[in-house]
Every structure is written in structure tokens, then in C-alpha cells.
């Protein structure tokens, strides 16, 4: 009954003021009448309470409770997130109601936080109080001024990292193993071995060996080798891209292996020349194959008189086609052939007892052939004229008794 009596008060309130205006307004068309001085609008204002008689403020208790500081509130509570502090004692419609209160009393309790931790779930009357603390390392890296990416250059290794997430850094923008070690690098294979940190601090590992021992890597002739890194090595190559080391021409140019190579000469060779004398001396060509070059004339031998085959033939002319044991097809010139008796002998006892000297001669024999080649060539036989040539000599010797020398 109390709080219907109080909404009955605030209503006759409002009527009374709102019978007020009307009364003014048509105190402007009606002459002054005592009748309207007894009318009351309001069901239970009594007889002896008229309109024109409502004090300015009908309802003490109203008053007083604005006076302490209370708010009226229709519905008799504070509204959504706010906190009933306290009530008027003379209306139950006045409130203190306070938000932050109500944070506090909801566990909204947090108003700061150690970094690297945060406010997190602000109470929803949106007053500046928080549920907890939440941890959020990567925030507070980013707050002071660190990153976790770089772009040009690289994280520091190890320095200027941030207390909080060590994956967060300053960026260094030196180049990779800038800093280290000849035949170091931070990318080279740790199982290697280390020595120092390059100037980003990442560590310097040593790098295979990429040098030939043998060879070289830019050369193209046959394998010599492979490097620590596994490259191939090669020796120089000895042939001419043109030319001939052999020939005897102008240079052209030089091979791996720093040769010359020289063309071929359109010369003959020294002895001959183009004109051609006759007889049986013979004949060759330049270098380049262009030219026939001729001996000095040479007599040509007769049937009659044909050389011994002995040691080769001493002529190419028909006269030796009855040889039949000659050395080479390039025969030796007549008159050049030399002997040596070169004795590197052996002494043998006989089987019967008897001291018997066996001396193995070995005979060296050397001409000029008619191409211009040097020949030579070695006979062997004992000094008693018993065996003739080494094979025959050595079976001989291997037969003695007791070989001496």
C-alpha cells in the first residue's frame, strides 16, 4: 500500500500542476468567479483543498531525499550495471545507485597490469576496470620497438633480442657472413667446424676446399682429381685449338699447358728442296704437305753390286729386293752407318772344370736413314764367334755352370 500511495502522490502532483495551467489559461477568457475557487480536480484532495491552495512542493519526503543526494527511480531499482548503494528513508523510489560499484561487486576488479601482461575483459558499463590480466608476449615486443621479421636484413643472432619473446629482434642489414673468416660462411656445413660470428652475430662455419691439388678446374684435358667441394679437376690440355706443336711455322697461338702451336711450314726440310736431282736419293714433303721435297742426288746401285743385308740395306734402290732380313723400311743412306763394341761381358765356368772365358758382346749400330731419321739398333754374339745375336747368347749363357759376371 505504501508504494501505491507514493505513485498515487506523484500523480497528483502532476495533475495538480496540469490543473494549474488550464485554470490560467482560461483565467484569460472567464470574468473572476468564487465558483471556480472550490473546485478540486484531484479525487482526494478533500473539501477544503482547492487547487489555487497546492503548496510549490506538496510532498516533503520528496524534497528531502533530493536534498541528500537521491535520484528517483520509477521502477524502484538502479538500472542495468549500476549498484543499489543505498535507499531514501523516507522514499523507496530514491536511489544512489553507483556503476563502479557494481564493476567490483561483478568481479571487474583490475585496473593495471606488469607488462608483458594486459587488461583484459573491461566490465560493461564501460568504466575503466577489467576482469583479469592477460599475458601477450608478441604485443609487448612490438610496444618496445622489436620485430620478428626483417626486410632487408636480418634478425641480430643473439644481441638486441626482446626480453619477452626472444623470437622478436632488432633487424642488423649486413650481409650474411660479412665478418667472417676466409673460407668461412654462416651457410657453409657446421659438421666442418666453426670459428667466430659473422657481424650479425650468426656463427661462421668453414667451407669445403674448392682448390685442384693436381690440375685445375678451367681446364678440359683428362681427370686429375676432384676438390673437397667435389668439383672436377683436370691436367692442361696439350692439344691446339689450330696449329701444331710440332710444326714449325709461325705461332698461332698456345694450349693449356702454355705450348706453342705454330702452323705448318711451307718450307722444305732442311737438305731438301723442290728441285729434283735424279738418281736414288729420295724424297719427302713440307709440313703442310703442299710441296715434294727432294734428297741430293744419290747414286743408284747395280745388281752387280748390290750391298751386304747384314745390317740392313743401304739403299732403297732395286738392287735390295734379294734382302730378305733388312731392319726398317727406311733403310739406312749408304756411308753412314757406324759400329760400337760395347762389351758387357761374362765369364762361365766349363762343365768340365775347365776356366773358360765367354765374353757377350753387345755391338750398337746407328745411320742416317734416307726420311733424315737417326737409326740404331744392337747385335749380340760371344767372343768365339759361338753363338750370333741375344737370344741365342743369353740361352748360352743361362747353361753355364756358374755365371761370374
Known amino acids: 500500500m505504501k508504494n501505491i500511495n507514493r505513485n498515487m502522490l506523484h500523480m497528483k502532483l502532476n495533475s495538480a500542476v496540469s490543473v494549474l495551467a488550464v485554470a490560467a489559461a482560461f483565467s484569460v477568457f472567464l470574468p473572476p468567479s468564487s465558483a471556480f475557487a ?12 482547492l487547487a489555487g491552495d497546492i503548496p510549490p512542493n506538496p510532498n ?3 524534497e528531502w531525499c533530493e536534498k541528500k543526494g537521491y535520484t528517483y527511480y520509477a521502477s524502484g531499482q538502479c538500472p542495468q550495471y549500476q549498484a543499489l548503494v543505498s535507499k531514501c528513508k523516507r522514499d523507496d523510489f530514491y536511489l544512489k545507485c553507483d556503476d563502479v560499484t ?4 561483478n568481479g571487474y576488479n583490475t585496473t593495471s597490469c606488469p607488462i608483458p601482461s594486459y587488461l583484459d575483459g573491461q566490465c560493461p558499463n564501460g568504466k575503466p576496470y577489467y576482469k583479469q590480466c592477460k599475458e601477450d608476449r608478441p604485443r609487448a615486443c612490438r610496444e618496445a620497438g622489436y620485430v620478428n621479421s626483417c626486410s632487408p636484413g636480418r634478425l641480430y643472432a643473439t644481441t638486441n633480442r626482446c626480453p619477452y619473446d626472444k623470437s622478436f629482434g632488432k633487424c642488423c642489414t649486413a650481409s650474411p657472413s660479412t665478418g667472417c673468416p676466409s673460407n668461412y660462411s654462416v651457410n657453409c656445413d657446421a659438421s666442418r667446424g666453426s670459428s667466430g660470428t659473422d657481424t650479425c652475430g650468426y656463427t661462421c662455419y668453414r667451407c669445403c676446399d674448392d682448390t685442384c691439388s693436381r690440375g685445375s678446374k678451367n681446364y678440359t684435358g683428362s681427370k686429375a682429381g676432384t676438390t673437397e667441394c667435389g668439383s672436377v679437376c683436370r691436367y692442361c690440355n696439350t692439344s691446339c685449338s689450330s696449329g701444331s706443336t710440332s710444326y714449325s711455322g709461325s705461332v698461332v697461338g698456345y694450349n693449356e699447358c702454355g ?3 705454330r702452323s705448318c711450314s711451307t718450307s722444305c726440310p732442311s737438305g ?3 728441285t729434283n736431282p735424279g738418281g736414288c736419293g729420295g724424297s719427302t714433303t713440307n709440313e703442310c704437305g703442299t710441296k715434294t721435297c727432294y734428297y741430293p742426288y744419290q747414286s743408284c746401285c747395280s745388281h752387280s753390286s748390290h750391298v751386304t743385308c747384314e745390317y740392313g740395306c743401304a739403299s732403297t734402290c732395286p738392287c735390295c729386293s734379294a734382302c730378305r732380313s733388312c731392319n726398317s723400311s727406311d733403310d739406312c743412306k749408304s756411308g753412314t752407318s757406324t759400329r760400337e763394341e760395347n762389351c758387357n761381358g761374362w765369364c762361365d765356368t766349363h762343365w768340365d772344370g775347365t776356366d773358360i772365358n765367354y765374353v757377350r758382346c753387345g755391338t750398337i749400330h746407328e745411320c742416317t736413314t734416307y726420311s733424315g731419321n737417326k737409326k740404331s739398333w744392337e747385335t749380340y754374339r760371344d767372343a768365339s764367334g759361338g753363338y750370333n745375336g741375344w737370344s741365342a747368347c743369353n740361352a748360352a749363357r743361362q747353361g753355364m755352370n756358374r755365371p761370374c759376371c
Do not use: E, H, N, R
Open 102 to 105: 557494481w564493476c567490483k561487486q
Open 272 to 274: 731438301t728442296s723442290t
Open 38 to 49: 472550490g473546485v478540486c480536480f484531484l479525487p482526494d484532495c478533500g473539501d477544503d483543498k
Open 60 to 62: 516533503p519526503d520528496t
Open 259 to 261: 705450348s706453342a702451336c
